[in-house]
């Protein structure tokens, strides 16, 4: 069963601080990994998109890494701002299927 | 329009009433696809267009639910005899065709809730 698992379920960092958010996936066969921030009463906007062959996926602040042998991936958030507080989604998507595979998410609370 | 857009934003019906969702697509954009997010979850497909294909149906929950999309352009998602699990947000998507590298454009959702 194909299944995106992600970490920590929450988290809270101080304005201008660095985190780092985890993503593990099963789907197979794997096609691509994209992260999605999503504003409290708002639809997911995508942030980054990697295939097998990319290992890492810079946006602004935002920077994607994707591990395809070990199915890991990370987004890492350089110097956080208030309007980084979001639920960040990692989902992945098999080769062959159009639907996706979305992992719960993890709710980032930037404190001033 | 400019991007994807839902109505209602907020609906409250009562256990057993059916209700329907409305969503319209970025222009131009084959593939639409319906997710349910409840509390705390991540996003459940329910089902997808693309073109005039037959649709994706197999993320519905059941049979009370159902969706219709006329050519390439706006879809509605009816719930029969709404239950109080089905209370969530409901989002829509659209996409430049079905591929998966296509970014999805979600619609900013439906809030049901069933008392």
């Known amino acids: 069963k194909n299944q995106v698992e992600q970490s920590p379920q929450s988290l809270i960092i101080l304005e201008g601080k660095n985190c780092t958010l985890q993503c593990n996936y099963t789907v197979s066969p794997f096609s691509n990994l994209r992260w999605y921030k999503q504003d409290t009463g708002r639809g997911p906007v995508s942030l980054t998109i990697m295939t097998f062959s990319e290992n890492t996926k810079s946006n602004g602040r935002y920077t994607a890494t994707l591990d395809a042998d070990t199915k890991q991936s990370s987004l890492h958030i350089t110097a956080s701002q208030l309007s980084d507080s979001a639920s960040y989604i990692c989902v992945v998507s098999a080769q062959g299927y159009s639907t996706l595979t979305f992992g719960k998410g993890t709710m980032l609370l930037v404190s001033p | 329009g400019a991007g994807v857009s839902q109505s209602p934003s907020n609906k409250v019906t009562e256990k057993g009433k059916d209700v329907e969702l409305r969503c319209d697509p970025i222009s131009g954009h084959t593939a639409l696809y319906w997710y349910r997010q409840r509390l705390g979850q991540g996003l459940e497909f329910l089902i997808y267009?693309?073109?005039?294909?037959?649709?994706?149906k197999s993320g519905l929950p059941s049979d009370r639910f159902s969706a219709e999309r006329t050519g390439e352009s706006v879809s509605t998602l009816t719930i029969q005899r709404t239950q109080q699990e089905d209370s969530a947000v409901y989002l829509c998507?659209?996409?430049?065709?079905?591929?998966?590298?296509?970014?999805?454009?979600f619609g900013p959702g439906t809030r049901l809730t069933v008392l």
């Open positions: 267009f693309q073109g005039n294909s037959a649709p994706d």
């Open positions: 998507a659209s996409s430049l065709t079905a591929n998966s590298y296509n970014e999805q454009f």
